[in-house]
């Protein structure tokens, strides 16, 4: 940050010359400001979400076949005991 107040000054009026010709060119702060700075969150937060929630249904589909697979061949396994006795 700049110590003496001639480059301040200079600093200042840069920004505020800045800050107009974005003004001019691009119309009032509160025009610029649109939806459209939300709805990427929204679109994003929406896209994660559904990851996540694919990612659990994954999940839950594999764990369920393992415990599954591991049913029938318990299951196997006792009837062959059963077959052998």
Known sequence: MPRNSDSI?????STHRRRLRQAFVLGRLADRRLVNDNVKRL???VVLAAVVGVGCLGYSFV???LAQQA???QQQQQQLQRETK
């Open 9 to 13: 000054l200079l600093e200042s009026v």
């Open 43 to 45: 679109v994003g937060s």
């Open 63 to 65: 764990t369920n076949a």
């Open 71 to 73: 049913a029938q061949q």
